[in-house]
């Protein structure tokens, strides 16, 4: 299914580095697995320092319409994504991004958290979700190191959804560890993430 060459902690869903902004450009991924109708993939850190991940997804049965309600709730994020423990905004000026902070909680790691940056825009038919650490911290917990990403929602040409997920994280342990967490983490966070479109309605 794979199409051109591509969200959490545990997971850390959703950095210190902006992503590229379409696949023809950045990191060179490699091939992972094949999963929940998606193709995952994986960047070598050693150029940059850290790991990105990367999910290129066709979904013929589900609208992006269906989609994209969910990604944009995002106080209900913590109710979609079992990753998180909380999903606040806590700041939202008209113009500015959105200030969000979540909880991240996993079984064998510290809880975490961070205040996300989260930005929302329109190219076309293409939603556009991304986020990045907020440049001030105001959690009294620990804070994950690097925390990038962004989700891409277009309606598929022959119909359904055609979605592209990015997260990148910082690799510890030799990168064994996080790489392999992160991977489970990211195939459960868009298998979450699908059957949350496919179980609302279409109105």
Do not use: N
């Not at 994504?81 to 969000?100: A, N, R, T």
């Not at 592209?164 to 868009?190: H, N, Y």
């Amino acid at each position: 299914m794979r199409a051109t060459a591509f969200p959490i902690g545990v997971i850390a869903l959703l950095a210190t580095a902006a992503l590229a902004p379409s696949s023809s450009a950045g990191p060179a991924f490699h091939d992972l697995k094949e999963a929940h109708g998606c193709s995952f993939l994986i960047s070598d850190p050693r150029e940059s320092g850290y790991h990105t991940l990367r999910a290129e997804c066709d979904w013929p049965k589900v609208a992006s319409g269906r989609v994209e309600r969910v990604l944009v709730e995002l106080r209900g994020w913590d109710a979609t994504f079992s990753h998180l423990s909380s999903s606040v905004v806590i700041k939202e000026d008209e113009g500015q991004p959105v200030v969000l902070r979540v909880g991240y909680t996993g079984k064998g790691f510290p809880d975490q958290s961070a205040d996300l940056s989260v930005t929302q825009e329109r190219r076309g038919e293409t939603l556009v979700l991304s986020w990045t650490k907020a440049p001030q911290q105001l959690s009294d917990d620990l804070v994950i190191e690097i925390d990038t990403g962004r989700f891409e929602v277009s309606p598929a040409p022959s119909g359904g959804t055609r979605l592209i997920f990015e997260r990148s994280f910082e690799p510890t342990g030799g990168g064994v560890v996080s790489k392999s967490g992160e991977t489970a983490a990211t195939l459960r966070l868009i298998e979450e993430l699908y059957l949350k479109a496919t179980s609302i309605s279409s109105g």
